[in-house]
């Protein structure tokens, strides 16, 4: 040791903290792999507080020295967990030498102690190691087992390959052991190592123990250490085949693990469709998924099919699948002309809605005329139809529902047209003449209340109002005209406007007049020419 690392070593027996903390610093920068220097910070941690001893552990991982692990073992019983995980870590470095000093620590010690230390011994991938693990399985506390099945899990990643086949070997022959497999529990916790350390061979040993020759417990391990495994291929295929007949388990718990691992496997050759019917709720979710992952003519009808399924999710999950697949349009299109009832008829229209550019102009004509057809029928289903043409040519269906107002208006089939024109209100065919035709349907089926708060509900009124505002359209002589009107409709219309200034009242007064000169004889006529004498 030189003249320089002597007086900073010796700074390490200051009086003052602080130079012992410089001194701790400089040793962890210079890293000096000197015996000496070792067992002096070593001699030091021992009664150092929490933030030196913090220092003095940075140092000794900077100096990489194995000679230091009997200085930091005792730390496993200090008070700080932060300091008892150093010194694992730390200890865990040294490899095989420290495996004895910890079989023998193991021996009496606390049970959070023992935790630390299988912990450590976790780390250390040897078979030395690996052999105190294996041995801890025994313990009479399932939850110390559990812990140590999941510190070797937490300590696995990264390991190489060759490492993790020799670690695989020494479970393989661990688990042949007579006293293994006569203890049920030391098998199922061996079984969760075999998938945690993930080699090859594990798919082969855990196929085995999930078949139904080995009790429940037994086979929920296995089928929970195949979930860590990734086969592909053929052992992909082999996987699926195996662990499909687990889904029609009746332990719940089987079927979820089962699923879990089928859901990291392509799964060739399972007959998704028959599990459709499978007592498992998850069961049928997941089979309905599988196949909603083929666009394919015979998968698109079989989902086609799901849509009255009893179970919701496999109707959501088929109905959001047929909107993404491009092959289903035809499909789709060709049930919504032959399918009656109005509900499942907007499913499926919904379902369209992402289809509407597929849609060409053959079929589009065919579905308006069933849209035309029972609009006039009043068939509930038209709501549907039309849901479906406005999304594929939105100019085109507002043309249709125009011209079925139109005609229910000719027809006299006053609620029907008003509800037809009632839907272009928001349209850019709802020109001045559709206004009209509108008011004048809901001018026939006013009951034409003469006082002044219900006339000012009136639909009928109201869209005559508008009208007004439109001087060419000439609404006076358009009223005047109107075969389909009544005296007593031009009576009601007259009465609120001329009571009323400017357009209004001109509008109103030329009705009264038209009526007390047309109709003289009349109730209305008559009350025409009274209403005439107040408003004047």
């Known amino acids: 040791m030189d003249t320089t690392l002597r007086r900073i070593c010796g700074l390490l027996e200051s009086p003052d903290a ?104 976790a780390r250390i991938h040897t078979k030395a190691a690996f052999e105190v693990v294996l041995n801890l399985l025994f313990d009479p506390d399932f939850e110390f087992a559990k812990a140590v099945c999941e510190a070797v899990r937490r300590h696995m990643t990264g390991i190489a390959p060759k490492a993790r086949a020799v670690l695989h070997a020494q479970l393989g022959s661990f688990m042949k052991e007579v006293r293994v497999r006569d203890h049920e529990r030391v098998t199922t916790s061996c079984l969760l190592l075999l998938g ?41 295929a082999a996987v699926a085949r195996q ?38 709720t998850p069961v049928r979710s997941f089979a309905v998924r599988r196949l909603a992952l083929e666009d394919t003519a015979a998968a698109n009808s ?4 799901l849509l009255k399924h009893t179970d919701t999710d496999v109707r959501e999950v088929a109905a959001g699948a047929l909107s993404g697949h491009k092959g289903a349009t035809k499909l789709l299109l060709d049930r919504l002309e032959k399918e009656a009832d109005a509900e499942s008829a907007w499913s499926l229209a919904k379902i369209l809605k992402p289809h509407s550019e597929a849609i060409d102009a053959k079929r589009f004509k065919r579905l308006a005329a069933l849209a035309a057809a029972d609009l006039r029928k009043g068939l509930p289903r038209h709501e549907a139809l039309l849901y479906v043409l406005r999304n594929a040519n939105p100019a085109a269906a ?23 024109l009632r839907r272009l209100t928001s349209s850019e065919r709802f020109d001045d003449e559709a206004r009209y035709a509108l008011s004048v349907c809901n001018l026939k089926v006013s009951p034409k209340d003469i006082t002044p708060n219900r006339r000012a509900e009136d639909h009928a009124l109201r869209g005559l109002q508008g009208l007004l505002r439109v001087p060419a359209f000439k609404l006076a002589e358009r009223l005047k005209k109107d075969k389909t009107l009544e005296s007593s409709d031009l009576f009601y219309v007259g009465f609120h406007f001329a009571e009323m200034a400017g357009d209004e009242k001109a509008l109103g007064v030329a009705l009264l007049e038209h009526l007390a000169k047309t109709a003289a004889r009349s109730a209305e006529g008559k009350a025409a020419k009274n209403k005439l004498k107040l408003v004047k």
């Open 302 to 305: 079989r989902l086609l099919g």
């Open 398 to 420: 507002d043309d249709l529902v125009l011209a079925a107002g139109l005609e229910q208006k000719k027809l006299k089939h006053w609620a029907a047209a008003i509800a037809c």
């Open 18 to 121: 602080m130079r012992r903390h410089a001194a701790v610093i400089v040793l962890g920068e210079l890293k000096p792999k000197e015996a000496a220097v070792v067992d002096a910070l070593g001699k030091l941690l021992q009664d150092a507080n929490p933030v030196l001893a913090g220092h003095i552990l940075d140092a000794l991982e900077a100096m990489d020295a194995a000679a230091a692990v009997p200085h930091v073992l005792p730390l496993l019983n200090a008070e700080s967990m932060e300091l008892k995980l150093r010194a694992v870590a730390l200890a865990a470095g040294a490899g095989d030498r420290v495996v004895p000093e910890i079989r023998r620590r193991l021996e009496g010690a606390k049970p959070a102690d023992r935790l630390l230390m299988a912990d450590l011994l």
């Open 243 to 280: 662990i499909a007949p687990y889904l029609a388990e009746s332990d719940e718990g089987l079927v979820r693990h089962a699923l879990d691992i089928l859901a990291r496997v392509p799964a060739a050759g399972v007959d998704w469709a028959a599990l459709l019917e499978s007592t498992h």
């Open 196 to 236: 945690t350390i993930g080699d090859a061979g594990a798919l082969k040993v855990l196929l085995g123990y999930a078949s139904p020759r080995h009790s429940l417990y037994v086979r929920r391990h296995a089928l929970i250490g195949l979930k860590n495994l990734a086969p592909e291929g053929a052992a992909a």
